[in-house]
């Protein structure tokens, strides 16, 4: 079952996959496995490259994983796509896939399952493709060998808390600030405005060693068409007005609501708040 789950998804551009026990993984929603009939068994582990040449673009005010449609529909397509191709070859077990909304603390249990390790800024990260990666799981009924290895952390080189422009103990992320709704106080405008990213932040991923050297070797490039396709990097006020609302509803941004990345983007364009 290993060889045909890992070579369904290496077929498809996800060459990072693993194995593990679900005993050895912490479940946080077990009411997902139990409506999917499943107690015991294994999750099948992996990690779905999405960084393009996009991404490097010097122009781009999106995070890099807003730059591609909501890899959400990436994820829906693939299980409708390699559930049913393994409920086929093993008839006796049962099948689930998930992301985001997991099961189990997944950044742990891709760890344990070998895929990478712990970052300081608390992301998951891997050799080839840094934190430019989503996670998602197959979890089968099927009891296989599949025991869960150490905990690993990154070597704490603190460059990425050398590169992170705010001081969290005493103020919001970047990231979450972005996506925050209704009117940002004076603070935060100041704050969008300094760091002039609409969606997001990425300076503590692009500061990373793992990051330098997954793009100086080449190997952070996702292969898998889905996130090559209509890549926007940079993105206006305009252009965002225009947007239908399907073509809208395709963008990782969409689940805030047009306003709040408007705002962003109308703040950034008009310069100096007043
Ligand atoms: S995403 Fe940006 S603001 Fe948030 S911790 Fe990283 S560098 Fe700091
Ligand atoms: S920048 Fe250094 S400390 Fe931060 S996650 Fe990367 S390796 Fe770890």
Redesign the pocket.
């Known amino acids: 079952m290993q060889h045909t789950v890992s070579q369904l998804l290496r077929e498809r551009g996800i060459a990072l996959s693993a194995p593990i026990a679900l005993k050895e993984c912490r479940i946080l929603r077990p009411y997902l496995l139990e409506r999917s009939g499943i107690g015991d068994g294994t999750a099948f582990l992996f990690a779905v490259p999405y960084y393009t040449t996009e991404c490097d673009d010097p122009a781009r005010n999106i995070?890099a994983y807003a730059v591609s449609r909501d890899y959400h529909r990436f994820f829906a397509a693939l299980f409708d796509e390699i559930l049913p191709i393994l409920r086929e070859h093993f008839p006796q077990n049962k099948f689930a896939g998930f992301t985001d909304h997991s099961p189990m603390a997944e950044g742990e249990a891709a760890v344990r399952a070998g895929l990478g390790f712990f970052g300081c800024?608390h992301l998951f990260l891997t050799e080839a493709y840094s934190s430019y990666v989503f996670l998602g799981e197959i979890v089968t009924d099927a009891v296989l060998n599949a025991p869960a290895g150490e905990i690993k952390v990154c070597k704490g080189c603190g460059a990425?808390?050398a590169?992170?422009?705010?001081d969290?103990t005493v103020a919001?992320?970047?990231?979450?600030?972005t996506q925050k709704k209704g009117d940002l106080n004076e603070a935060e405008r100041q704050a969008v405005l300094a760091?002039g990213c609409a969606w997001?932040?990425?300076?503590?991923?692009e500061?990373c060693p793992v990051t330098l050297q997954a793009k100086k070797s080449g190997t952070i490039y996702t292969t898998i068409p889905f996130f090559k396709e209509q890549a926007v990097s940079h993105l206006t006020a305009e252009a965002l007005r225009a947007m239908s609302d399907e073509a809208f509803a395709e963008r990782a941004y969409s689940w805030r609501g047009r306003a709040v990345i408007l705002r962003n983007l109308e703040l950034l364009e008009k310069g100096e708040p007043t």
């Open positions: 995070s800024n990425c808390r590169a992170c422009p705010v969290l919001e992320c970047l990231s979450a600030l760091h997001g932040c990425d300076r503590c991923q500061a």
